[in-house]
Nanobody, 124 residues
Framework: QVQLVESGGGLVQAGGSLRLSCAAS????????MGWFRQAPGNEREFVAG????????YYEESVKGRFTISRNNAKNTVYLQMNSLKPEDTAVYYC?????????????????WGQGTQVTVSS
């Protein structure tokens, strides 16, 4: 089992940047595929980005490509989401998620563990 704790959210103006972190407990972090999702009020939770075990494979939702970068440091049991050129429509609660087995990073039901979320608010 793994526990996930997100941090780094906050209030930022449009065009600004934030870096989210997700710290995982345990000694088996490198055996988990990781993903970031977000949920705005009234909307379903949606995929943002995913990363493979080694970090060699990264995957993004179309609207964040070129602006967001997912990365991981297996020695620090942490996955990151660097968010640049933020827009008001990026406002949401951001969640990290973990899974031992992945066929499609964008599917919520493939992830077994979720963090509590961190709020990101982008003002116009």
């Amino acid at each position: 089992q793994v526990q996930l704790v997100e941090s780094g959210g906050g209030l930022v103006q449009a065009g600004g940047s934030l870096r989210l972190s997700c710290a995982a407990s345990g000694r088996t972090f490198s055996t988990y595929h990781m993903g970031w999702f977000r949920q705005a009020p009234g909307n379903e939770r949606e995929f943002v980005a995913g990363i493979s075990l080694s970090g060699a494979g990264t995957y993004y939702e179309e609207s964040v490509k070129g602006r967001f970068t997912i990365s991981r440091n297996n020695a620090k049991n942490t996955v990151y989401l660097q968010m640049n050129s933020l827009k008001p429509e990026d406002t949401a609660v951001y969640y990290c998620a973990a899974s031992r087995y992945i066929t499609d990073y964008s599917r919520r039901n493939e992830y077994d563990y979720w963090g509590q979320g961190t709020q990101v608010t982008v003002s116009s």
